[in-house]
């Protein structure tokens, strides 16, 4: 069990990373890491995957990838967005990472390496239900045997959680705060079901602890041994 005060050491070495990239990046980073439930959780499931390759799609400025770097120093790391701004955020952070790829791209388009460990965070919604079933084919064949696939969205169907989520994120996007194509959220249930039909064992966990949205971690498992 990842002990408080490990996350906490990982959090500060992490987000020091950011002040070479201005104050408003490391006060950004600071508190993302240190104030959203799905990294600390993340960083739990990570135990176990220490090795080999973590991608994460819609990596932003490079958070997660410099978190699990201080916790987990022998994962490669690969990290695509596309917002160029941000990944040149994270490029200034990371400066210096061996082992590290970070790509300005579309995530459906992009190749992405064979991977033990995929994060998907507060991404998928940004695009419509037919891309992300394609995007979750793609997170399921990117997956090593014995890998974890760990996804953190929004979801409908839970009343006024679920309306204020899907409110914060269309203005996050009318507003330019983030890009994306729209805002489409759907039934846990049927992201786990499309899951389960990749092959994939999966666990469905409330992510919003703190917090007043309709967040949810899909934690998906590929079957086999890890290489
Ligand atoms: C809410 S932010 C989350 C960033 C990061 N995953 C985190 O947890 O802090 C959503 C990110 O997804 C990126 N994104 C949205 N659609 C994308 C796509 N089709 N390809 C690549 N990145 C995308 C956005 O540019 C943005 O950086």
């Given at each position: 069990m990842l002990e408080t005060a490990t996350a906490q050491a990982a959090i500060a070495q992490a987000a020091e990373r950011y002040r070479p990239a201005g104050r408003w990046a490391y006060g950004f980073a600071r508190g993302k890491m240190g104030g959203d439930p799905a990294y600390k959780r993340v960083l739990e499931l990570l135990e176990g995957h220490g090795r080999g390759t973590l991608v994460d799609v819609?990596?932003?400025?490079?958070h997660l990838l410099a978190l699990a770097r201080a916790l987990y120093p022998e994962l490669s790391l690969f990290g695509v967005d596309h917002d160029g701004e941000r990944v040149a955020t994270a490029r200034v952070a990371l400066h210096?990472?061996?082992?590290l790829v970070l790509e300005a791209g579309d995530a459906r388009t992009v190749s992405l390496p064979a991977c033990q460990v995929l994060c998907c965070l507060d991404?998928?919604?940004?695009?419509s239900l037919e891309d992300q079933d394609l995007l979750l084919t793609r997170f399921a064949e990117a997956l090593a045997p014995g890998g974890i696939l760990l996804i953190r969205d929004g979801r409908s169907g839970a009343g006024f959680r679920s309306t204020l989520t899907r409110l914060s994120e269309q203005l996050a996007v009318a507003f330019g705060r983030h890009k994306g194509e729209g805002v489409y959220f759907r039934e846990a249930e049927a992201t786990r079901a499309t899951l389960s039909a990749l092959g994939l064992e999966v666990e469905l966990q409330d992510?919003?602890?703190?917090?007043?949205f309709a967040n949810v971690l899909w934690i998906g498992r590929k079957p086999g041994a890890q290489a």
């Open positions: 819609g990596c932003g400025e490079g210096g990472f061996e082992r991404v998928l919604h940004y695009m992510c919003a602890q703190g917090t007043p």
